[in-house]
């Protein structure tokens, strides 16, 4: 097999998905009809413009042009910073300026792209792109004319062409034609035999496979790159990442990284969240259940995945959530994660060093707090609740138990909930819960 026959067979799969798939000269300049004006446009502009148009219905022609226009001419001094705020259009809206008819300036936000589908769907193979050089990705899928995924392949007859050189490659192209990487949810990489995903600053050791077909887990049997092409790359799955499992750190000022859930984070957090909420509406009993991993497998990352889709969804209301853990070296780590990626979680969060201040934090709050039982506890009268919330929306609980004992366990998530019945719990556990009827 040689790189073109990889080619071959994504773009079967792809088809097999709803993707349309044309060669690289079907969407050049010269081409009829026009997909683009110049070969260093890297955005279809036509089919962005179709779909303006479909999902923002009451828009005047000069707001359309304006939407279309930012969002197909955009550029950034840094690639990151710009697929940071390129990201934010895409997901919330193109910002538009509009003048109401007694003077009031409003902003209104443009949708580019409908999590909830059908968008317009394109892949192309060898798709040219003029930069500081002339460079050809393997293959480019476009969501609504917007280029979301590159795809890099190498020939799986070459010893030497392995997902490393695929992962360079990309570089290359970062450093090449860096307006490519603006809209950039992820780039894929593959040799044939190993296929992985990654962000735009993940380095190879950070791309992960996909191993979820048709909502649920494959064995190892299966060829790495049919499952993630037919797994990861289908419009629900697809769009349902975009929208929930992207977060930018780099706000305590360092340099901006992007993040995006592995495949059991991703899995995970939707199967809890549709737990908290039966939980919240139909059980009416307040258990989030367990989530098990083993340790090392990004706890803090799934804990924060979590709670930005709770704050996405309706019935929640914008909780407040209390994150409580086992050690207070874990807390930190838990902290820092979600501080530093507070841009993604739109709220500032805040640690707890005592009972009193978590009392005080969560009263009335629409933030995400975490404490540890050794912070919380000091001092605490034997049956007396952990802290009472008296905020008037449901308020989920999310605990990382890993070491506490039975009774210890037992303590902590059984007695806040006590003290207010709404309060829907989900524990995120490294080892065995020791009280699974708490959870279940």
Same mark, same amino acid.
Not at 35 to 64: F, H, I, K, M, T
Not at 209 to 234: C, F
Not at 339 to 349: F, G, I, T, Y
């Given at each position: 097999?040689?790189?073109?026959?990889?080619?071959?067979?994504?773009?079967?799969?792809?088809?097999?998905?709803?993707?349309?798939?044309?060669?690289?000269?079907?969407?050049?300049?010269?081409?009829?009809?026009?997909?683009?004006?110049?070969?260093?446009?890297? $955005?279809?502009?036509?089919?962005?413009?179709?779909?303006?148009?479909?999902? =923002?219905?009451?828009?005047?022609? +000069?707001?359309? #042009?304006?939407?279309?226009?930012?969002?197909?001419?955009?550029?950034?001094?840094? $690639?990151?910073?710009?697929?940071?705020? !390129?990201?934010?259009?895409?997901?919330?809206?193109?910002?538009?300026?509009?003048?109401?008819?007694?003077?009031?300036?409003?902003?209104?936000?443009?949708?580019?792209?409908?999590? !909830?589908? &059908?968008?317009?769907?394109?892949?192309?193979?060898?798709?040219?792109?003029?930069?500081?050089?002339?460079?050809?990705?393997?293959?480019?899928?476009?969501? =609504?004319?917007?280029?979301?995924?590159?795809?890099?392949?190498?020939?799986?007859?070459?010893?030497?062409?392995?997902?490393?050189? !695929?992962?360079?490659?990309?570089?290359?192209?970062?450093?090449?034609?860096?307006?490519?990487? %603006?809209?950039?949810?992820?780039?894929?990489?593959?040799?044939?035999?190993?296929?992985?995903? +990654?962000?735009?600053?993940?380095?190879?050791?950070?791309?992960?496979?996909?191993?979820?077909?048709?909502?649920?887990?494959?064995?190892?049997?299966?060829?790495?790159?049919?499952?993630?092409? @037919?797994?990861?790359?289908?419009?629900?799955?697809?769009?349902?990442?975009?929208?929930?499992? $992207?977060? %930018?750190?780099?706000?305590?000022?360092?340099?901006?990284?992007?993040?995006?859930?592995?495949?059991?984070? %991703?899995?995970?957090?939707?199967? !809890?969240?549709?737990?908290?909420?039966?939980?919240?509406?139909?059980?009416? #009993?307040?258990? +989030?259940?367990?989530?098990?991993?083993?340790?090392?497998?990004?706890?803090? /990352?799934?804990?924060?995945?979590?709670?930005?889709?709770?704050?996405?969804?309706?019935?929640?209301? =914008?909780?407040?959530?209390?994150?409580?853990?086992?050690?207070?070296?874990?807390? +930190?780590?838990?902290?820092?994660?979600?501080? #530093?990626?507070?841009?993604?979680?739109?709220?500032?969060?805040?640690?707890?060093?005592?009972?009193?201040?978590?009392?005080?934090?969560?009263?009335? *709050?629409?933030?995400?707090?975490?404490?540890? &039982? @050794?912070?919380?506890?000091?001092?605490?009268?034997?049956?007396?609740? /952990?802290?009472?919330?008296?905020?008037?929306? &449901?308020?989920?609980?999310?605990?990382?138990?890993?070491?506490?004992?039975?009774?210890?366990?037992? $303590?902590?998530?059984?007695?806040?909930?006590?003290?207010?019945?709404?309060?829907?719990?989900?524990?995120?556990?490294?080892?065995?819960?020791?009280?699974? *009827?708490?959870?279940?």
């Amino acid at each position: 097999m040689k790189e073109n026959h990889l080619e071959d067979a994504c773009l079967e799969w792809l088809a097999g998905l709803g993707w349309t798939c044309v060669e690289g000269d079907a969407v050049s300049p010269s081409s009829e009809p026009e997909a683009r004006s110049r070969y260093s446009d890297v $955005v279809l502009e036509p089919r962005l413009r179709a779909a303006v148009e479909r999902l =923002n219905p009451g828009l005047s022609p +000069g707001e359309v #042009d304006e939407a279309v226009g930012k969002l197909a001419s955009y550029g950034g001094q840094s $690639v990151v910073d710009a697929n940071k705020e !390129a990201y934010d259009w895409l997901r919330n809206g193109v910002p538009v300026e509009r003048i109401e008819a007694d003077g009031r300036r409003t902003v209104l936000r443009v949708r580019a792209i409908d999590p !909830a589908g &059908p968008n317009d769907l394109l892949a192309v193979r060898q798709f040219t792109i003029h930069g500081q050089k002339i460079r050809r990705p393997d293959i480019v899928l476009f969501v =609504n004319g917007v280029p979301l995924v590159v795809i890099e392949l190498k020939n799986p007859a070459d010893l030497n062409a392995d997902i490393g050189s !695929a992962w360079n490659q990309i570089q290359t192209y970062k450093a090449d034609i860096p307006q490519l990487f %603006y809209y950039n949810l992820l780039s894929v990489i593959s040799d044939g035999t190993v296929a992985r995903y +990654g962000s735009l600053t993940a380095d190879l050791g950070r791309h992960s496979r996909w191993r979820l077909l048709d909502g649920k887990k494959v064995g190892k049997g299966q060829l790495e790159l049919e499952v993630l092409i @037919r797994g990861l790359l289908a419009q629900d799955t697809l769009l349902s990442f975009f929208q929930g499992f $992207v977060a %930018y750190g780099g706000a305590h000022g360092g340099a901006t990284t992007k993040i995006i859930a592995q495949w059991h984070q %991703y899995h995970g957090v939707l199967k !809890a969240v549709e737990r908290a909420s039966d939980a919240l509406l139909h059980r009416k #009993d307040g258990k +989030g259940g367990v989530i098990w991993f083993t340790q090392g497998s990004g706890k803090s /990352l799934l804990a924060l995945f979590y709670v930005m889709a709770l704050r996405d969804r309706p019935e929640f209301k =914008n909780p407040t959530v209390v994150l409580v853990t086992d050690r207070n070296d874990l807390d +930190g780590q838990l902290f820092e994660t979600f501080a #530093d990626s507070r841009w993604s979680l739109r709220a500032v969060p805040a640690q707890a060093d005592s009972r009193e201040d978590l009392r005080d934090k969560i009263s009335g *709050s629409r933030q995400a707090a975490s404490s540890s &039982p @050794r912070s919380t506890n000091s001092h605490r009268k034997p049956g007396r609740p /952990l802290c009472r919330c008296y905020a008037t929306e &449901p308020m989920s609980l999310s605990s990382q138990t890993r070491r506490t004992g039975p009774s210890t366990a037992s $303590v902590r998530i059984s007695t806040p909930r006590r003290a207010r019945p709404s309060t829907a719990w989900r524990s995120t556990c490294a080892t065995p819960c020791p009280t699974p *009827s708490i959870w279940a």
